[in-house]
């Protein structure tokens, strides 16, 4: 080392102890609940506790958006359907990759500083792959829920682990899969499992030391307040009706939820009830599958809950990210706005639950309207026809976005997309699958393959095909749709400058003019898009980046 | 690996034409199979299964198939998975592709209701020279190496179509054309104008193979016009293949499974 650089290299350190460079700030709770007013940063699943997935950034503007350049791509080593959203804190990118890897990225180069990899348990159960959609951040500790049910808390300037516990038990069916959500001192989390006749909850852990600060289940217990919609199904009646069915009664948490400071609400999306398709072993309601629940940040305690779709025997989880939005319609009232998977999209009082609206925005035929208190009249088809949305949903969980500029609330829908059911009894196992039966993709061609997965489009138009769809979030009309051909998994975001970036199956990365859907930009990455895009700013730069296939690639405009 | 030897192509089965045509609407859900893929089942049946089972499916213990409920398979799927994974209690996995598995479900689900005496049998070499032959279907689709590549390939249709599919294809061709199949009908913005079959499709972007045999890619926004056709340009063989003969063509589709 020459003199002078040995020279600065003192000088450097001696900065560095006298005064912590803006990259090691902590990252408050206070900075989290104002994670708006950092847009250079992404401090949470979706972006801050609204989860609306906007950016107030705007350097890059529907007059220069053509002028996006690749700056950089990491590729994940493991193969498999990669749904996360990264987090970025003053210049550090950190993301998860499959199975249970952390991985932290100078967010300007792509290069690694570190990375963490948990091995989950060989005898985990696990619905749908190995996803994992990403973390949660306080202080310098990062927070990731594991595929066998752990919550381990790891530090952010070194990839160590600092404390790890156990959520629920793996070999009964219980996950984690989506990133937890972090609320003054706590970490919230819930569990997965609800293919495998599990008793979901959400539950709140001390975000310094792990310990269980409080549990809410999702299906109540007998004598509870909602255990009078699981009604009594005597055992001659059907085939494996289990009086106590709510102890299988699913209702798993894979979305990550919201929360209102003001409130100090946290909002959930509660999973499809056990077994998925067939209702008479499990009479009732189901509460609170298919729900929204409203809970109390300190203690766990349930405030109010909506169940957009009761009794449900279409596997329509409510597992869309809550997107709160404030003075709706401009008379002053706060609310939840939520396109659900069964194809409607509702806009809630997130104060008292109240049903404001509910306005489908696919094709619908398993109801024909709601009832003055939100109700769902329901319509059940008959035996073999098809039922409106299909199994996946006329969304599903990609997460939507909605932008104070414009008004819209913006989903990944599905179009002309149906199955057909064929519930049957499924007797609970531990650890094995209930879901009572299964769904089978319709297509108007008979012997037409249904949706699929593949570069090579054979379902064609026959079987459905994708769009987003913009919505006017005070009256739930449609504004204008984006047609695609094949169907999208893709998160949504929009931006100051009225953009609007998402993807697709077809592995398209497009940039839409958020107030009239005009496509802007586009490439072609090569691999199907399963997560949301996030935008974030280094120095004056704003990029963006996107996870296609095995590889996560950034954009930016030259400077 | 190839899933099934090559005699049972030999001893296909073939119920009458009759039903068949009256039969173009394909299975909608589990409980509805068509005849030629119960008829195929059979013939799975009598070549992997009947050993141990037995001709009445009753030779194991605790096991009657002709009961057409299934102790570890409720719906169809349970039973594809149990057909495809084995039992600990001794059944090896039996590795199907599509078509021999919808043979084998439909069978078992009709086992008790079956009569074997009823069907006619076809042969797929006699199916080979029809397809070549008379039948003229080589005039159109190509198998390995030989035949025109307008239509789509068969080389491997047995192992991706049901016997049933197969089987309403040859008398309701429309039926049973798979949409990504259709022929297309492009006029550019030039005015020229280019017909094929569609291969692929995205939002921005068409792939086909032109009536030349040439692969060619078309961005939409070049497009003056896109015509989807949902009309087949196959014949029917109803009134030109007699029920043997059309019984033949079918063992010999069903013998295609892809293997050279």
């Known amino acids: 080392m020459s003199g002078n650089l040995r020279l600065v290299a003192s000088a450097v350190a001696a900065l560095m102890c006298a005064s912590p460079l803006r990259a090691q700030a902590q990252v408050t709770s206070q900075r989290l609940a104002a994670a708006a007013s950092e847009p250079q940063n992404w401090l949470t699943y979706s972006g801050g506790y609204k989860s609306e997935r906007y950016s107030s950034l705007d350097q890059i503007t529907p007059a220069n958006v053509k002028n996006l350049k690749l700056q950089w791509v990491y590729q994940s080593p493991v193969?498999?359907?990669?749904?996360?959203?990264?987090?970025?804190?003053?210049?550090?990118?950190?993301?998860?990759?499959?199975?249970?890897?952390?991985?932290?990225?100078?967010?300007?180069?792509?290069?690694?500083?570190?990375?963490?990899?948990?091995?989950?348990?060989?005898?985990?159960i696990v619905c749908c792959g190995a996803n994992n959609r990403g973390l949660a951040i306080l202080g310098n500790t990062l927070f990731m829920g594991t595929l066998d049910a752990q919550l381990i808390a790891i530090d952010a300037r070194t990839g160590r682990p600092i404390w790890k516990t156990e959520v629920a038990t793996t070999r009964d069916g219980y996950s984690i899969t989506h990133a937890p959500l972090v609320v003054k001192d706590k970490v919230i989390v819930g569990v997965g499992g609800g293919e495998y006749g599990i008793r979901g909850f959400i539950a709140a852990y001390d975000a310094a030391t792990g310990k269980e600060a409080w549990r809410f289940y999702t299906i109540p217990a007998p004598g509870e307040?909602?255990?009078?919609?699981?009604?009594?199904?005597?055992?001659?009646?059907?085939?494996?009706?289990?009086?106590?069915?709510?102890?299988?009664?699913?209702?798993?948490?894979?979305?990550?939820?919201?929360?209102?400071?003001?409130?100090?609400?946290?909002?959930?999306?509660?999973?499809?009830?056990?077994?998925?398709?067939?209702?008479?072993?499990?009479?009732?309601?189901?509460?609170?599958?298919?729900?929204?629940?409203?809970?109390?940040?300190?203690?766990?305690?349930?405030?109010?809950?909506?169940?957009?779709?009761?009794h449900d025997v279409y596997d329509y989880d409510a597992v869309q990210v809550p997107v709160l939005i404030d003075n709706w319609n401009r008379n002053g009232i706060n609310?939840?706005?939520?396109?659900?998977?069964?194809?409607?999209?509702?806009?809630?009082?997130?104060?008292?639950?109240?049903?404001?609206?509910?306005?489908?925005?696919?094709?619908?035929?398993?109801?024909?309207?709601?009832?003055?208190?939100?109700?769902?009249?329901?319509?059940?088809?008959?035996?073999?026809?098809?039922?409106?949305?299909?199994?996946?949903?006329?969304?599903?969980?990609?997460?939507?976005?909605?932008?104070?500029?414009?008004?819209?609330?913006?989903?990944?829908?599905?179009?002309?997309?149906?199955?057909?059911?064929?519930?049957?009894?499924?007797?609970?196992?531990?650890?094995?699958?209930?879901?009572?039966g299964g769904p089978q993709n319709f297509s108007a061609v008979p012997g037409a393959p249904g949706l699929g997965r593949s570069p090579i489009n054979t379902w064609t138009e026959a079987a459905g095909h994708g769009a987003v769809i913009a919505l006017d979030a005070g009256s739930g009309r449609e504004k204008w749709k984006f047609k695609m051909t094949d169907v999208t998994d893709s998160g949504i975001l929009t931006t100051a400058s009225d953009l609007l970036f998402t993807g697709g199956r077809e592995g398209f990365f497009q940039a839409l003019d958020a107030r009239t859907g005009a496509l802007l930009w586009k490439t072609n990455l090569g691999a199907a898009i399963n997560s949301g895009p996030i935008t974030y700013r280094i120095g004056s730069r704003q990029y963006v980046s996107i996870v296609s296939g095995l590889s996560l690639f950034v954009f930016a405009l030259d400077e | 690996m190839r899933s099934v030897p090559a005699v049972i192509a030999g001893v296909l089965i073939w119920i009458g034409l009759a039903t068949a045509a009256g039969d173009a609407q394909a299975p909608l859900h589990d409980n509805q199979?068509?005849?030629?893929?119960?008829?195929?089942?059979?013939?799975?049946?009598?070549?992997?299964?009947?050993?141990?089972?037995?001709?009445?499916?009753?030779?194991?213990?605790?096991?009657?198939?002709?009961?057409?409920?299934?102790?570890?398979?409720?719906?169809?799927?349970?039973?594809?998975?149990?057909?495809?994974?084995?039992?600990?209690?001794?059944?090896?996995?039996?590795?199907?592709?599509?078509?021999?598995?919808?043979?084998?479900?439909?069978?078992?689900?009709?086992?008790?209701?079956?009569?074997?005496?009823?069907?006619?049998?076809?042969?797929?070499?006699?199916?080979?020279?029809?397809?070549?032959?008379k039948g003229a279907c080589a005039g159109c689709h190509r198998v390995g190496a030989a035949g025109a590549i307008t239509g789509p390939n068969l080389t491997d249709i047995g192992a991706v179509r049901s016997a049933g599919s197969l089987q309403r294809s040859l008398v309701d061709p429309v039926s049973q054309m798979m949409p990504i199949n259709r022929p297309v009908r492009l006029v550019r913005q030039d005015g020229t104008v280019v017909s094929g079959r569609r291969l692929n499709e995205d939002t921005y972007s068409l792939q086909v193979i032109d009536e030349g045999g040439s692969l060619r890619s078309f961005l939409k926004s070049d497009l003056r016009e896109y015509t989807v056709s949902t009309t087949s340009p196959m014949p029917s063989y109803r009134n030109t293949l007699s029920g043997d003969e059309l019984a033949d063509v079918l063992a010999y589709l069903l013998s295609l499974k892809g293997q050279l």
């Open chain 1, 225 to 310: 307040p909602g255990s009078e919609t699981w009604e009594a199904c005597p055992k001659a009646a059907t085939a494996f009706c289990d009086p106590e069915a709510w102890k299988h009664g699913g209702g798993s948490i894979w979305m990550t939820g919201s929360y209102d400071p003001q409130l100090n609400l946290t909002y959930w999306g509660v999973g499809n009830v056990g077994p998925d398709y067939n209702g008479a072993q499990r009479p009732g309601d189901n509460l609170y599958t298919d729900s929204v629940v409203a809970l109390d940040a300190d203690t766990g305690k349930l405030k109010w809950h909506y169940q957009f779709t009761p």
């Open chain 1, 335 to 436: 609310v939840i706005a939520w396109a659900n998977r069964n194809g409607n999209f509702y806009v809630i009082d997130r104060a008292t639950g109240r049903f404001f609206l509910g306005e489908p925005f696919v094709k619908v035929n398993w109801m024909s309207g709601f009832d003055e208190r939100g109700r769902p009249m329901q319509t059940p088809q008959p035996a073999g026809q098809p039922t409106y949305p299909g199994n996946q949903g006329g969304t599903n969980w990609y997460s939507p976005s909605f932008s104070p500029r414009t008004g819209l609330f913006y989903i990944s829908a599905w179009e002309d997309y149906a199955s057909i059911y064929s519930p049957a009894p499924s007797e609970y196992k531990v650890g094995s699958n209930f879901v009572g």
């Open chain 1, 79 to 124: 193969a498999g359907n990669w749904q996360t959203t990264p987090l970025v804190v003053d210049g550090v990118m950190y993301l998860t990759q499959r199975l249970n890897d952390v991985v932290a990225l100078d967010a300007t180069t792509g290069r690694a500083f570190w990375m963490y990899r948990y091995t989950p348990a060989q005898d985990r």
């Open chain 2, 33 to 133: 199979y068509s005849d030629a893929d119960i008829a195929h089942g059979a013939a799975l049946y009598a070549a992997r299964c009947v050993t141990c089972h037995g001709t009445q499916g009753d030779a194991i213990g605790g096991v009657n198939l002709r009961s057409g409920t299934f102790r570890n398979a409720v719906i169809d799927r349970d039973l594809e998975r149990f057909i495809r994974a084995g039992s600990a209690a001794g059944m090896p996995a039996f590795a199907l592709d599509t078509g021999d598995m919808a043979g084998i479900v439909a069978y078992l689900r009709n086992m008790n209701a079956f009569d074997a005496a009823a069907v006619k049998t076809g042969d797929a070499a006699r199916g080979r020279a029809l397809f070549t032959g």
